[in-house]
């Protein structure tokens, strides 16, 4: 089996949000299930919009929830890599430069399909193609000189040899472009790269207090806040055993298997039970339930 590497990205925007910590458990379990690495990177290329509050809550959320993280570096500390890459493509015909300093992207190849271990195989359009064909790498001066998130959030993954991505299914409309850049940026440093699989998961999402109707949970939706669980005094057990049934179900579902330690959780994980590609919604009583059983003893195990 091999050792898989892994990364959680959080932009220090807002509060961390349940769905990026479900996916930095994800990310964890396949990481702590194969012997590899799981890496927490800080995406705060955006000076602007960035908290250093929002740093310090990152931190005490993973934390909080016991996952460890092997290496940690923030993007803002490497935004002249980027540039140095985003020069080299430029060097090699795979990017121009515009009048404003800004480098586009310009491919000699597109793949025509990437495979997703959830969603199935996926065709790279003549749209995306379109979209791609151009697509900012590095802003020009007028908007802040620095890399945008599809580059920026590639050659990182390159440079710390991430093998598995799993994140959001909002994300998969981004995988032909990152793809696409993985094979520009392996003509750049001249050895094969391995492309990491992509695995996209449904979207956790949140019920209207007032019309009952399903939506997608926000940063600005009350029971999405990690640090707001944290200060009611939740149990991160019971919290982790939630996330996980928010997108992953073991295979045998019954009644032995609904308190799941993640002891448990990362010895089944990749074998025992699938990632889920539809919506999941988040039952608060559930939530509560599974709280309320850890608190009570109970240990998953």
């Given at each position: 089996?091999?050792?898989e590497v892994t990364r959680i990205a959080p932009s220090p925007t807002g509060d961390m949000h349940i769905g990026t910590a479900?996916t930095a458990y994800f990310n964890w379990l396949i990481a702590r299930a194969t012997g590899g690495k799981f890496i927490l990177?800080?995406?705060?290329?955006?000076?602007?919009?960035?908290?250093?509050?929002?740093?310090?809550?990152?931190?005490?959320?993973?934390?909080?929830?016991?996952?460890?993280?092997?290496?940690?570096?923030?993007?803002?500390?490497?935004?002249?890599?980027?540039?140095?890459?985003?020069?080299?493509?430029?060097?090699?015909?795979?990017?121009?430069?515009?009048?404003?300093?800004?480098?586009?992207?310009?491919?000699?190849?597109?793949?025509?399909?990437?495979?997703?271990?959830?969603?199935?195989?996926?065709?790279?359009?003549?749209?995306?193609?379109?979209?791609?064909?151009?697509?900012?790498?590095?802003?020009?001066?007028?908007?802040?000189?620095?890399?945008?998130?599809?580059?920026?959030?590639?050659?990182?993954?390159?440079?710390?040899?991430?093998?598995?991505?799993?994140?959001?299914?909002?994300?998969?409309?981004?995988?032909?472009?990152?793809?696409?850049?993985?094979?520009?940026?392996?003509?750049?440093?001249?050895?094969?790269?391995?492309?990491?699989?992509?695995?996209?998961?449904?979207?956790?999402?949140?019920?209207?207090?007032?019309?009952?109707?399903?939506?997608?949970?926000?940063?600005?939706?009350?029971?999405?806040?990690?640090?707001?669980?944290?200060?009611?005094?939740?149990?991160?057990?019971?919290?982790l055993n939630g996330m996980l049934r928010l997108g992953w179900g073991p295979k045998v579902d019954n009644k032995a298997n609904?308190?799941?330690?993640?002891?448990?959780?990362?010895?089944?994980?990749?074998?025992?039970?699938?990632?889920?590609?539809?919506?999941?919604?988040?039952?608060?009583?559930?939530?509560?339930?599974?709280?309320?059983?850890?608190?009570?003893?109970?240990?998953?195990?």
């Amino acid at each position: 089996m091999i050792k898989e590497v892994t990364r959680i990205a959080p932009s220090p925007t807002g509060d961390m949000h349940i769905g990026t910590a479900r996916t930095a458990y994800f990310n964890w379990l396949i990481a702590r299930a194969t012997g590899g690495k799981f890496i927490l990177r800080i995406d705060d290329t955006d000076l602007a919009r960035n908290d250093e509050k929002c740093v310090d809550v990152i931190h005490q959320v993973m934390q909080f929830l016991g996952l460890n993280h092997d290496e940690t570096f923030r993007q803002s500390q490497r935004l002249q890599r980027y540039r140095d890459v985003a020069e080299k493509l430029v060097d090699k015909g795979l990017a121009v430069r515009a009048t404003n300093g800004a480098i586009l992207f310009q491919p000699n190849y597109y793949p025509g399909h990437f495979h997703d271990t959830v969603a199935g195989d996926i065709a790279i359009t003549d749209n995306d193609k379109k979209i791609i064909n151009g697509m900012v790498l590095f802003k020009g001066e007028d908007k802040g000189a620095g890399p945008v998130y599809h580059f920026a959030s590639v050659v990182d993954d390159i440079d710390v040899g991430v093998t598995r991505v799993i994140r959001g299914v909002d994300h998969l409309t981004n995988t032909a472009k990152h793809i696409t850049l993985y094979h520009a940026i392996e003509q750049v440093v001249g050895i094969g790269l391995i492309i990491p699989k992509f695995s996209h998961i449904g979207l956790i999402m949140g019920r209207d207090p007032e019309t009952g109707k399903v939506k997608k949970l926000s940063k600005r939706d009350g029971a999405s806040s990690m640090l707001k669980y944290i200060e009611d005094g939740w149990h991160p057990d019971g919290l982790l055993n939630g996330m996980l049934r928010l997108g992953w179900g073991p295979k045998v579902d019954n009644k032995a298997n609904t308190i799941m330690s993640r002891r448990r959780a990362t010895n089944m994980f990749i074998h025992e039970g699938n990632m889920k590609a539809n919506p999941a919604t988040l039952d608060m009583a559930k939530l509560k339930w599974y709280d309320e059983q850890y608190k009570k003893g109970a240990t998953g195990e």
